[in-house]
C-alpha cells in the first residue's frame, strides 16, 4: 500500500524568486501543497493541478493548530499522494519541519526535507545589513524572541553579554524587554534594525540603537512580521548602499 510522501519544503524569506530550484521541483510533483500565512502565494502557481490548503496563522490567530496539519498531512499521505508542506524560511529554522516529518514517518510515509533560504540571514542582507563582518562581528545567534510558553528567551539575555550580531525573530510582541536586556549591559548606544516583510514589496526598515528603536517603531508603525537586529553590523548598511549607488551611477 502506498502511504504516500511528505516533502518539507523551505519557501525562502518572502520574495517569490528566493526559492530553491529543488522546492520549485518538488512542487511541481505535489498532489497537495499545505503552505503558511508567510509563504508567497505566487509560489502556488508551480503546482497549478495540487490541492492548495492554507495552514497559517496570523498575528496569534492560528488557522489550523500543529496537531491538525499533522492530522491532514497524514490524511493526505494514507490516500497515496505526495504532499508538499511549504513553509517560510527554512523548515528547520523555527519551523517545526522536523516534528511535521517525524510524525508522518510514523504512519509509513516517506520523508524528505529541501533547506530554504532563511529569512534570519536572507532579510538583514535585503537591506545590506551582513550578519558578520571582519572588524565587526565574529559571530551571530539567531534566537526567538518567544517560546512556545510565550515569554523571553533565556538566550535572548545571554546573546546580550556577547559581541556577536544578534538576530531575533518573533520578537516585537517583547521587543521593550529585549531591548532593556540589552541596556542593562551598557549597549544603550548598540545599532538596532527593525525589518517588516522583509524582501517583498511591502518591506518596511525602522533603524536606530537600543535606546531609541522603539521610538521609531512608533513612528513607522513597524509591526510583525518583523526580525530585529542588534549589533555593529548595521552601521554598515549605509555604506554598502554608497557603494551600490557608486557603482551604479558610475
Excluded at 533547506?115 to 550578519?131: D, E, F, K, L, Y
Excluded at 525589518?195 to 537600543?210: A, H, L, P, S, Y
Amino acid at each position: 500500500m502506498n502511504q504516500g510522501k511528505l516533502t518539507v519544503v523551505g519557501a525562502g524569506p518572502g520574495d517569490v524568486e528566493l526559492i530553491t530550484l529543488k522546492g520549485i521541483k518538488a512542487l511541481e510533483t505535489a498532489d497537495v501543497v499545505l503552505y503558511d500565512a508567510l509563504v508567497n502565494a505566487q509560489l502556488l502557481e508551480y503546482a497549478p493541478y495540487a490541492e492548495h490548503i492554507f495552514v497559517g496563522k496570523r498575528k496569534g490567530c492560528y488557522h489550523f493548530q500543529q496537531e491538525q496539519i499533522n492530522e491532514l498531512i497524514v490524511q493526505r499521505g494514507l490516500l497515496g499522494s505526495h504532499v508538499v508542506r511549504l513553509k517560510g524560511g527554512d523548515p528547520f529554522v523555527f519551523g517545526r519541519g522536523a516534528e511535521e516529518m517525524e510524525y508522518a514517518a510514523q504512519f509509513g510515509m516517506e520523508v524528505a526535507v529541501v533547506p530554504g533560504i532563511s529569512s534570519a540571514v536572507a532579510v538583514p542582507a535585503s537591506q545590506n545589513i551582513p550578519v558578520t563582518k571582519r572588524g565587526a562581528s565574529e559571530s551571530f545567534w539567531v534566537i526567538t524572541g518567544t517560546t512556545k510558553e510565550h515569554q523571553i528567551s533565556a538566550d535572548v539575555a545571554l546573546a546580550a553579554k556577547s559581541s556577536a550580531t544578534v538576530v531575533i525573530l518573533m520578537g516585537m510582541g517583547k521587543l521593550s524587554k529585549i531591548m532593556a536586556l540589552f541596556a542593562q549591559e551598557g549597549k544603550q548606544d548598540t545599532p538596532v534594525a527593525i525589518i517588516q516583510e522583509g524582501t517583498t514589496e511591502n518591506e518596511k526598515i525602522g533603524i536606530g540603537t537600543v535606546t531609541s528603536i522603539e521610538a521609531k517603531v512608533r513612528e513607522q508603525q513597524l509591526s510583525n512580521p518583523a526580525i530585529i537586529v542588534v549589533g555593529e553590523v548595521v552601521k554598515h548598511r549605509e555604506q554598502l548602499k554608497v557603494l551600490q549607488q557608486t557603482k551604479l551611477y558610475a
